[in-house]
């Protein structure tokens, strides 16, 4: 517990790190307490407890901090990735009750039963795969090998939404709900401006950049969100805000949240000069790039790598300084000017 901890401590905010099984994540997901005016406790994530690693860490933080899950009176699930909601059952189990879960509307979906579902989609993701100019057998591979991360957790009955400036009011802190689209569409961070404090999950993380997944949207239509130029704008609406701490989805809290921000941003700016350099030399896809910005990526990590590069074309794209240059498949690249 570092000294930010601590002083979250005293507003009522208690961390629990979570192990999960994803090594590009940042380290265990940070599940946190927030003690609730009256008693009871509002709860922001829920780790991954499917298995028995993850469901043991997050009964024995329980434990160490004096509460018990039927103190749960909600949950808050930030966004819509397994380490950050896969909890949530197992928490509504050992309450004994279903405990109400809110989350953003356009995230929602990957958290609830009958809802968004992966393997139904794997086909769709598999062609646009080819379509960015993997192999196909690359493409296939990919997706047997990454499909079961995003079903490992189970999902909850139902969800209440989140709307952006909403207020969640604790025993000793207002939390106002701000949509920060992202790393996922429905992306929520939760703001304290008294006490000067963010609950900053993915969105901003202290070392490493959060990664802008290619997400399909309905009927699987490619391009319909474009994460990294989402994020570009959502991070300058964390940047002006006046913090103190941070409080991020993996790791320990942190301050200085403008150099964070800057030091990532300079990175990504980086990123994109190389890809205009690359596509000066003539015409590329989207996995000939990825080739060479990640060479010794396998097919465990083209999803998350590919994702990374199609991210960067699309702020390139819209800022008028690449474009695709024919309509055919697959997708080329090139210098608009």
Known sequence: MNELDRRAAKL???????????LHAGGPTNVYLVEEEGGGLLMVDTGLTTAAEGSVALDAGFQRLGFRYEEVRRIVVTHGHVEHFGGARH???????????????ADAPKLTEGGWVFHEHTAAYGRHLVRLGTPPE??????????????????VPRTEPLADGERLRARHVELRVLHAPGH???LVVLHDAEHRLLLSNDHLLERISPNPLIDLGPGDTPGWFRPLVAYEGSIQRVR?????????GHGPPFGDHRRVIDSLLAFQHR???????????????AWELTRELFPATGAAELFLTLSETVANLEVLEARGDAARVDAGEPWRFAPSR
């Open 240 to 248: 002006a805000l006046e913090l103190d701490a941070v409080l991020p």
């Open 91 to 105: 928490v509504q189990e050992r309450a004994g009750r279903d405990v109400p879960v809110l989350a953003h509307p």
């Open 184 to 186: 996922t569409p429905g």
């Open 12 to 22: 009522g905010i208690h961390r629990i790190p979570v192990p999960i099984p994803f």
């Open 138 to 155: 690359v493409a296939t591979r990919s997706m047997e090998l990454g499909a079961p991360a995003f079903e490992i957790a189970r999902p």
């Open 271 to 285: 990123r994109q000069a190389r890809i205009l350099a690359l596509l000066g030399d003539r015409p590329r896809t």
